[in-house]
């Protein structure tokens, strides 16, 4: 599979990724994050785009010569992703471009990832919000760090010898 990223207009990026399904036949996703607010003191779990304007595309075949529509910014990248912007482009595939509650495990004083779905792309733990439940996880995407809250899940040790080990950064 080739993977590649627009960068778009924010506005534009859900007519855009039609566009391209439709006229060139290639599957897009804008990745999607649940993330853990409280609202009028009762939590809940809300959809929101992770990376705004950003829309990734997978076809068999390269594409070429790069297309361009109205509201495209640019092309991340030369051409086909490389490097962690790959790995990041395969994860969000792999899941569909939907991403639930990161899985931490506490090892003393601080928690860590302990989620296959983020070692992939290298994320690491850089707050913690014990009362919301979520934390703040950066990782590398287009040549800068980035970030993002996510809700998280903590692990008992028990649970991570149940499932086979410690996937954990």
């Not at 993977?3 to 859900?14: K, P, V």
């Not at 395969?90 to 899941?95: A, P, Q």
Request: glycine fraction near 8%; charged fraction near 25%; charge should be positive.
């Amino acid at each position: 599979m080739h993977c590649y990223c627009l960068f778009c207009e924010t506005a534009q990026a859900r007519r855009i990724a039609r566009l391209i399904e439709t006229v060139r036949h290639i599957r897009t996703i804008s990745p999607i994050i649940m993330q853990r607010e409280i609202k009028n003191g009762i939590p809940r779990e809300v959809e929101r785009q992770w990376l705004p304007g950003y829309i990734f595309l997978y076809s068999d075949e390269p594409i070429e010569p790069r297309f361009s529509f109205s509201g495209i910014i640019r092309w991340v990248g030369r051409g086909e992703l490389t490097g962690p912007d790959l790995a990041f482009a395969e994860t969000v595939y792999d899941h569909g471009g939907r991403f639930q509650a990161a899985k931490v495990l506490q090892e003393g004083d601080r928690c860590v990832i302990a989620d296959p779905v983020w070692e992939k792309i290298q994320g690491t733990i850089i707050k913690l919000d014990r009362e919301r439940t979520r934390c703040c996880i950066a990782f590398d995407f287009d040549g800068a760090r980035r970030r993002v809250w996510v809700g998280y899940d903590l692990l008992r040790p028990a649970d991570m010898q149940s499932a086979g080990g410690s996937n954990h950064l």
